[in-house]
């Protein structure tokens, strides 16, 4: 199940002819928690919906432990291609299907990286539907080894590292690490689809967040793999601020607005 938000008002105003990008957005939760109607991701996607002019697909996907990883993966994929074949007709009707992006904050950014790598090597089986780019908002990373951000706020109030530490054991394959590459993509696949496509990878994060240091990580290896890629990261703050204050969600939506207007 998936479900979608849409700026009723742009709709109501707009031209038949014309039509609104799409944004495939993945929710936060460690892998393990909330849902598309869990209302901070209702009331996130809604405003952004609005905010950007934009239809918006929030995806439902398996949770971990009982689904572990690449479950959230496989089911991320699959709402693409329902996405393309559904007579829905806020979609049929009204979504450009040349300009969509995958969307996902925390766990959701780890999914929308993820679902990009593969869906870059095969875009013909997607087709008429069409990624210009990846939207990561404080997206979910780690390794074995301890940043300097994670020891820094070792014992955060909003995710201190013994909470990501279980997230990652509860929905990481059994057996495995924190170097495995669905947490460390310094280990996992190769770019030159991306690269290729000349998709855009947006990044944001802040400097309250522990994961803020292996954000910059992945900001840094698509910089030497030649990806564009557009970074935000603000001072203070703390992880996915803006899934419970709607000014830092606001600002969030001016920051994306300019690339979705490309």
């Known amino acids: 199940m998936s479900a979608y938000s849409y700026p009723r008002q742009a709709l109501d105003n707009n031209a038949s002819t014309t039509k609104l990008p799409l944004i495939v957005y993945y929710h936060c939760g460690g892998f393990i928690i909330l849902h598309v109607d869990s209302t901070p991701i209702h009331d996130f996607c ?19 432990p009982e689904h572990r990883l690449p479950a959230a993966y496989d089911d991320s994929v699959e709402v693409l291609h329902w996405i393309k074949t559904t007579h ?39 087709e008429p539907l069409k990624i210009k780019g990846l939207l990561l908002h404080t997206p979910f990373f780690g390794a074995t080894h301890r940043s300097e951000s994670e020891l820094r706020l070792i ?30 993509p310094t280990v996992g696949d190769e770019f030159d689809q991306i690269k290729k496509l000349g998709w855009l990878i947006v ?29 935000q990261f603000t001072e203070g703050d703390y992880h996915a601020a803006e899934l419970v204050n709607p000014t830092k969600a606001n600002e969030l939506f001016v920051y994306l607005s300019h690339f979705l207007e490309k």
Not at 46 to 64: F, G, I, P, T
Not at 156 to 180: A, E, F, N, Q, Y
Not at 203 to 226: A, H, Y
């Open 88 to 126: 829905e007709k806020i979609i049929r009707d009204y979504v450009d299907c040349s300009k969509c992006y995958l969307m996902g904050t925390s766990a959701g950014g780890n999914i929308a990286y993820h679902v990009g790598l593969r869906v870059s090597k095969a875009v013909d089986d997607l």
């Open 155 to 184: 014992d955060d109030p909003v995710l201190p590292i013994s909470s990501t530490d279980l997230m990652w054991k509860m929905s990481l394959p059994i057996g495995s690490d924190r170097d495995h590459e669905y947490s460390n």
């Open 46 to 64: 809604y405003n952004m919906a609005h905010q950007l002019s934009a239809v918006v697909v929030s995806v439902e996907y398996r949770l971990a």
């Open 203 to 231: 990044v944001t994060g802040c400097d309250g967040d522990p994961l803020i240091d292996s954000q910059k990580k992945l900001v840094e290896m698509f910089k030497k793999e030649g990806i564009k890629v557009e970074t």
